[in-house]
């Protein structure tokens, strides 16, 4: 029988985080995307439901202060807490993610009998933390720069604030198709997590969760360390 016992897998500050993340990404992609396409039916639709053109450009302004704030909140986490830097450390890359990721492939044509063990994170979520890492430096960067184009007209040359543009809808559209097709798939709709994962809000998994899915981080929690070296694991 399936054990439920269930174990803390995120805690309230990086909850709080990944809830401001997801609540000032989807503002800015919503708004962000009625501009883009003012001049289809669907991006009027959207101004008008945002509650007209001015109205949608001071909602993508204050989603945009929102992630600011969540970007300082996010470094003051990793810089200053405990926590924050041992799971920083956790996100790092490391030879093993290479390997994993040959063993994933491997696994997916069927030249192994089993996936790869992970840790605490898997190169796929690795992946994600890394790729929004530098889409929010892009967007903010960017966005500065389109933002107060009336000071910085004097300061730099047309062709910066073009490709600010152009970066700027281009991040944006990755963010899109990241989150579409990756981020919701493998959180939420990947077999082992339909129809959601609900630990981003309580932060609680099952036992046999983690142990199907980060087993390393299983063994971590049930096992010493001087076990887990023994079995050659976590290298």
């Known amino acids: 029988m399936p ?117 605490r994170y898997s190169y796929k979520e690795k992946i994600q933390y890394w790729a929004f890492f530098l889409f929010v430096i892009l967007m903010i960067l960017s966005g500065i720069v389109l933002w107060f184009h009336n000071y910085l007209f004097g300061i730099l040359p047309k062709w910066f604030f073009d490709f600010s543009q152009a970066l700027h809808s281009a991040t944006a559209t990755l963010v899109i198709t990241f989150l579409v097709l990756w981020h919701l798939y493998l959180v939420h709709f990947s077999p082992s997590n339909f129809p959601i994962n609900a630990s981003f809000w309580h932060g609680y998994v099952s036992e046999e969760w983690l142990k199907e899915n980060h087993y390393l981080e299983y063994l971590n929690l049930t096992s010493s360390s001087e076990e887990i070296k023994n079995k050659g694991y976590g290298k």
């Open 3 to 119: 054990s439920k016992k269930k174990v803390l897998r995120f805690s309230l500050s990086w909850r709080i985080q990944h809830f401001l993340l997801m609540v000032s990404v989807t503002l800015l992609i919503i708004t962000g995307f009625a501009l883009r396409y003012h001049d289809t039916w669907f991006g009027r639709f959207l101004i008008f439901i945002e509650g007209g053109f001015e109205t949608r450009g001071t909602l993508h302004r204050i989603s945009a202060v929102l992630l600011f704030i969540t970007a300082v909140y996010h470094l003051i986490y990793i810089l200053f807490t405990r926590e924050g830097r041992k799971e920083f450390r956790e996100l790092l890359p490391r030879k093993k993610d290479f390997a994993d990721f040959v063993e994933s492939i491997r696994y997916d044509i069927g030249k192994n009998e089993k996936p790869p063990m992970y840790g």
